[in-house]
C-alpha cells in the first residue's frame, strides 16, 4: 500500500513558468513531510521539508504548502529553470515510532524547456 | 565534506551469481538504509538499521537478499542467487531527520 501518493509522473514547464507537484498521504501520525530531488545518475538530496504545525515553508524559488486537514501537500517552484529538471520525491515520515523511516511517492519528473 | 560512499558504482552479472554493494554510511550516522529504484516501483525501502541492529528488513525478498552491519562503518548488502528482475539502481542512505544518499550502484543481470 502506498502510504504518499504523489501527481504528476511527468511534469513539463516552460522556463520561468511555475511547477506545481502534489502529494497527499494516509498515516494521520506523520510529522515530517521532506522533499527530495534527483538528478539523473545521482542520489535523492534533500531540497525541503515541512512539519505539519506549519502551512507553508518558503526556500528561495522553493515552497512547500501544507493542508493537514485535507492531508495534502505540495511542493511549488517559482520560475522554474532548465537547471530544475530533475525527478522530484515527496516523503513522509512518522519519526516517532519509524525511528526516520521515510515513505517515498513515486516520484514526478519534471522537466524544464528554455 | 561527509558523504555516503558505495562500491561498486556498476556492476553487471550473470543470473545465478553473487553480488555484494558495499556502503559506507557518513561517519557518527547511526542509521542506514537500503533502497532499491526502478522505474516501475520507484524507490523501495529494503532494509534499515540503527546502531548496526535490523530493525526492519521487511522490503527484502528474503530467500536471496542478505543485510548487514559488520561494524559502523560499513553496510553490506548481498543477493545470491542474482536473477535479471534484480536488476535496479541500490542506494545506501545514512541520517535520520535528513538522510544522505550514497551515488548508487547500477546492477545489470543478465
Known amino acids: 500500500q502506498q502510504q504518499v501518493k504523489q501527481s504528476p509522473q511527468s511534469l513539463i514547464v516552460q522556463k520561468g513558468g511555475i511547477s506545481i507537484i502534489n502529494c497527499a498521504y494516509e498515516?494521520?501520525?506523520?510529522?515530517?513531510f521532506p522533499w527530495y530531488q534527483q538528478f539523473p545518475g545521482k542520489g535523492p538530496a534533500l531540497l525541503i521539508a515541512?512539519?505539519?504545525?506549519?502551512s507553508e515553508k518558503k526556500e528561495g524559488r522553493f515552497t512547500i504548502s501544507f493542508n493537514k486537514s485535507a492531508k495534502q501537500f505540495s511542493l511549488h517552484i517559482m520560475d522554474s529553470q532548465p537547471g530544475d529538471s530533475a525527478t522530484y520525491f515527496c516523503a513522509g515520515s512518522d519519526r516517532g515510532s519509524t525511528l526516520g523511516r521515510l515513505y517515498f511517492g513515486r516520484g514526478t519528473q519534471l522537466t524544464v524547456w528554455p | 565534506d561527509a558523504r555516503v560512499t558505495q562500491t561498486p558504482r556498476h556492476k553487471v552479472t550473470e543470473m545465478g551469481q553473487e553480488v555484494t554493494m558495499r556502503c559506507q554510511p557518513i561517519l557518527g550516522h547511526n542509521t542506514v538504509f537500503w533502497y532499491r529504484q526502478t522505474m516501475m516501483q520507484g524507490l523501495e525501502l529494503l532494509a534499515y538499521?540503527?546502531?548496526?541492529?535490523?530493525?526492519?528488513d521487511s522490503g527484502m525478498p528474503k530467500d536471496r537478499f542478505s543485510a548487514e552491519m559488520p561494524d559502523a562503518t560499513l553496510a553490506t548488502l548481498k543477493i545470491q542467487p542474482s536473477e535479471p528482475r534484480d536488476s535496479a539502481v541500490y542506494f545506501c542512505?545514512?541520517?535520520?531527520?535528513?538522510?544522505?544518499f550514497g551515488p548508487g550502484t547500477r546492477l545489470t543481470v543478465t
Open positions: 515541512i512539519r505539519p504545525d506549519v
Open positions: 538499521f540503527r546502531n548496526r541492529a535490523p530493525l526492519d
Open positions: 498515516n494521520t501520525a506523520f510529522d515530517y
Open positions: 542512505a545514512s541520517g535520520v531527520l535528513e538522510q544522505y
